[in-house]
């Protein structure tokens, strides 16, 4: 059985492996046992990262990297993957941010990436295939196709509402897993930054802000960890992957969940409410098709 919380990616080429690795063992520790990487996480060290963080346990996680040249050879990119993690084979991968329907139908043709990661999937490279995506369309696309086991999109406090309505229904109705992203709208939700460790430099009235672990206290809108981690939660993903670099995050995010308890209507409509006031002025949110909205 899958974790209700998920590993991201946590790899930062200015901290040293063995406490990249640290980190993700005791996110293991607390129980967690889904792990994402890439091959572009920080030119593969994220992958590398993982798969030395999982030595002698790696029968205890389900390992999920990505095929990120989406019109390249499917084959080369996953054994290249799988010598940077060390591993015969990952539980899945999936094509990365495919977000455009041109492109899917592409990957669809006869030879094509779909085609060929099945391939990998017989040869015993990987167990399970699947997409992550931006796009709404290409994910309703992909699952009425049937070509995933796995689909991976943003849910969480402030996405475009069809992931919700539309996509979390409709995979789970397929039976096709669903890993997601964005509970904290990639930190816009908890401080004052424009994306992953991207603090404002100036705000309104000439104060400054900055977030992360040891910034200074936001002066815009926010939400809790609480509060995003329970919203998400209550729409019940198989799995919400969070980056929690640090132990004061992980801690704050693990004690959320275990203080879970489903939210009510009314509290999850006051959430998406300032969630909406918590993300704005700071920037686009690329995970929507209308990355302004």
């Given at each position: ?9 946590v790899?930062?080429?200015?901290v040293?492996?063995?406490?990249c ?8 520790d ?20 993982v ?11 389900f ?9 390249s ?6 054994e290249g ?8 084979h990952?539980d899945?991968?999936v ?9 899917f ?9 779909f085609?060929?990661l ?14 992550s995506s ?18 991976m ?16 229904p ?22 004052d ?5 991207q ?7 000439g ?9 200074v ?13 329970h919203?998400?939660l ?6 919400a ?26 509290r ?26």
């Amino acid at each position: 059985m899958a974790s209700a919380l998920g590993i991201g990616d946590v790899a930062d080429r200015n901290v040293p492996i063995e406490q990249c690795a640290a980190t993700i063992r005791r996110a293991v520790d607390a129980g967690l046992n889904v792990i994402d990487t890439a091959p572009n996480y920080e030119d593969g060290y994220s992958e590398q990262i993982v798969g030395h963080a999982l030595r002698g346990i790696r029968d205890r996680l389900f390992v999920v990297s990505k095929i990120d040249e989406l019109t390249s050879l499917v084959e080369p990119q996953i054994e290249g993957s799988l010598a940077r993690l060390a591993m015969r084979h990952t539980d899945a991968f999936v094509f990365h941010n495919l977000s455009n329907l041109d492109v899917f139908h592409a990957l669809m043709q006869p030879g094509g990436g779909f085609a060929q990661l099945d391939d990998c999937v017989g040869r015993g490279l990987t167990r399970f295939r699947g997409l992550s995506s931006h796009n709404p369309d290409v994910l309703r696309a992909a699952l009425d196709a049937d070509v995933c086991d796995v689909v991976m999109f943003p849910v969480g406090p402030f996405v475009d509402p069809r992931y919700v309505a539309e996509i979390l229904p409709l995979a789970r109705a397929r039976g096709v897993a669903t890993i997601c992203f964005k509970t904290f709208g990639a930190g816009k939700l908890l401080g004052d930054v424009s994306g992953y460790n991207q603090p404002l430099q100036l705000r309104p009235r000439g104060k400054l802000s900055s977030g992360g672990a040891g910034g200074v206290q936001a002066v815009l809108p926010r939400l809790s960890v609480e509060e995003c981690v329970h919203y998400t939660l209550t729409l019940d993903p198989d799995v919400a992957l969070l980056g929690l670099s640090f132990p004061n995050e992980q801690d704050e995010a693990f004690a959320a969940a275990r203080a879970f308890v489903p939210l009510s209507a009314e509290r999850m409509a006051d959430v998406a409410q300032r969630a909406v006031d918590a993300r704005r002025e700071k920037g686009p949110c690329w995970w929507n098709p209308d990355p302004e909205a």
